[in-house]
């Protein structure tokens, strides 16, 4: 009935995704549903009037979306299981799970209700976030595009495409074997990234979720001075987008990651056994046009105390553009051992901003 290749190719898919949360995150695993029938996509298909993509159409065959139930992980903020992982700076938490096909049905007739989804009736939400802060994500089912809600979502429908429009194939084509809709593209990307470590598991509170901030380079930059590790990386961050044409606004999160090495600080060949963060010095850039340069005391009010070997001080921000691109650049300023010692500044990093 499906073109085999392609059955091949998703099962592959899955199975990428169901080894990497056996061995790192099993307890999301749990989170997994059993496949669907074809009676199931068709009665689906029957009460939101749309015809499934092929290669989403046999990946709920192979797992219909995720399901919580209550338990320590799922709280009034939501859960922390989500596959498809997320992000937190300040009091904005994301964690994004996959639907499974009767809360697609359920999510999809209440946005749909909205007179900016009027023209847009074969737009299907397939995966949101479980958290008070909302981001959805939307299935064409005509194109086998997926786009993720701006800011202006329940203003005017605003979304932005997941993937370029050139990769999508002959997405109802029941024939063809070479066919890809974004969602199968979307969760092969994310297996690959999850597999190859470029995001990875974050704790915190004793809670692990998948964590959006890249950890590997050229997506994370890295800066060593004098035993002092930096690393630094940015997500971006569709749902606090505003693209409306007289005040765009694009938000990025980053990430930042500071430990001292096993040898401790070493200034003029003199061992620290420690050493504390003093000062910031933050560049921000969008394209090549300064927007904001802060020269400050602390980070989020804090002057994190590094011990040789101790687990990362990681803390995350926001930085609001007015385009698609830029950059952040700066330094840190330590205090060899403890503070009054003389300052240590670290060497300048660019992080790279892209939406």
Same mark, same amino acid.
């Given at each position: 009935?499906?073109?085999? #290749?392609?059955?091949?190719? /998703?099962?592959?898919?899955?199975?990428?995704?169901?080894?990497?949360? $056996?061995?790192?995150?099993?307890?999301?695993?749990?989170?997994?549903?059993?496949?669907?029938?074809?009676? $199931?996509?068709?009665?689906?298909?029957?009460?939101?009037?749309? !015809?499934?993509?092929?290669?989403?159409?046999? #990946?709920?065959?192979?797992?219909?979306?995720?399901?919580?139930?209550?338990?320590?992980?799922?709280?009034?903020?939501?859960?922390?299981?989500?596959?498809?992982?997320?992000?937190?700076?300040?009091?904005?938490?994301?964690? /994004?799970?996959?639907?499974?096909?009767?809360?697609?049905?359920?999510?999809?007739?209440?946005?749909?209700?909205?007179?900016?989804?009027?023209?847009?009736?074969?737009?299907?939400?397939?995966?949101?976030?479980?958290?008070?802060?909302?981001?959805?994500?939307?299935?064409? *089912?005509?194109?086998?595009?997926?786009?993720?809600?701006?800011?202006?979502?329940?203003?005017?429908?605003?979304?932005?495409? *997941?993937?370029?429009?050139?990769?999508?194939?002959?997405?109802?084509?029941?024939?063809?074997?070479?066919?890809? $809709?974004?969602?199968?593209?979307?969760?092969?990307?994310?297996?690959?990234?999850?597999?190859?470590?470029?995001? !990875?598991?974050?704790?915190?509170?004793?809670?692990?979720?998948?964590?959006?901030?890249?950890?590997?380079?050229? #997506? *994370?930059?890295?800066?060593?001075?004098?035993? /002092?590790?930096?690393?630094?990386?940015?997500?971006?961050?569709?749902?606090?987008?505003?693209?409306?044409?007289?005040?765009?606004?694009?938000?990025?999160?980053?990430?930042?990651?500071?430990?001292?090495? +096993?040898?401790? *600080?070493?200034?003029?060949?003199?061992?620290?056994?420690?050493?504390?963060?003093?000062?910031?010095?933050?560049?921000?850039?969008?394209?090549?046009?300064?927007?904001?340069?802060?020269?400050?005391?602390?980070?989020?009010? !804090?002057?994190?105390?590094?011990? +040789?070997?101790?687990?990362?001080?990681?803390?995350?921000?926001?930085?609001?553009?007015?385009?698609?691109?830029?950059?952040?650049?700066?330094?840190?300023?330590?205090? +060899?051992?403890?503070?009054?010692?003389?300052?240590?500044?670290?060497?300048?990093?660019?992080? +790279?901003?892209?939406?």
């Amino acid at each position: 009935m499906y073109p085999w #290749l392609l059955v091949i190719r /998703v099962k592959r898919c899955w199975g990428r995704l169901n080894n990497w949360l $056996d061995i790192n995150f099993p307890e999301a695993k749990a989170t997994l549903r059993t496949g669907v029938s074809e009676a $199931d996509i068709q009665e689906f298909e029957r009460i939101l009037k749309v !015809k499934l993509p092929l290669p989403t159409r046999i #990946l709920y065959r192979f797992c219909d979306g995720q399901e919580f139930t209550s338990g320590p992980l799922v709280s009034a903020q939501g859960s922390s299981l989500g596959l498809i992982g997320g992000y937190s700076f300040y009091d904005h938490l994301i964690n /994004v799970y996959l639907l499974p096909l009767n809360e697609v049905i359920s999510n999809t007739k209440v946005i749909l209700r909205h007179p900016s989804f009027s023209s847009r009736s074969k737009y299907i939400v397939v995966a949101a976030s479980s958290t008070h802060v909302k981001k959805f994500f939307f299935l064409n *089912c005509t194109t086998g595009q997926l786009h993720v809600g701006t800011e202006n979502l329940p203003i005017n429908g605003g979304m932005l495409p *997941c993937v370029p429009n050139a990769l999508i194939n002959s997405v109802l084509d029941f024939n063809d074997d070479q066919q890809q $809709d974004a969602m199968l593209l979307w969760l092969e990307e994310h297996g690959r990234r999850l597999e190859n470590g470029v995001i !990875k598991l974050h704790e915190e509170g004793g809670i692990r979720s998948i964590s959006l901030f890249p950890e590997e380079p050229p #997506l *994370c930059s890295t800066a060593v001075t004098n035993g /002092v590790k930096v690393r630094a990386s940015t997500v971006f961050i569709p749902e606090s987008t505003d693209l409306q044409i007289d005040n765009q606004r694009y938000a990025f999160s980053y990430s930042i990651r500071m430990s001292l090495l +096993p040898e401790g *600080c070493v200034i003029h060949g003199v061992p620290f056994s420690s050493c504390q963060l003093h000062r910031r010095h933050w560049i921000i850039h969008a394209n090549d046009h300064k927007v904001s340069d802060v020269n400050a005391e602390a980070v989020i009010g !804090k002057f994190p105390l590094l011990l +040789p070997g101790a687990k990362e001080f990681v803390y995350e921000s926001c930085a609001p553009l007015p385009t698609s691109s830029g950059s952040i650049e700066g330094s840190f300023t330590f205090v +060899p051992g403890r503070m009054p010692y003389r300052p240590l500044q670290l060497a300048r990093r660019s992080i +790279p901003l892209q939406a």
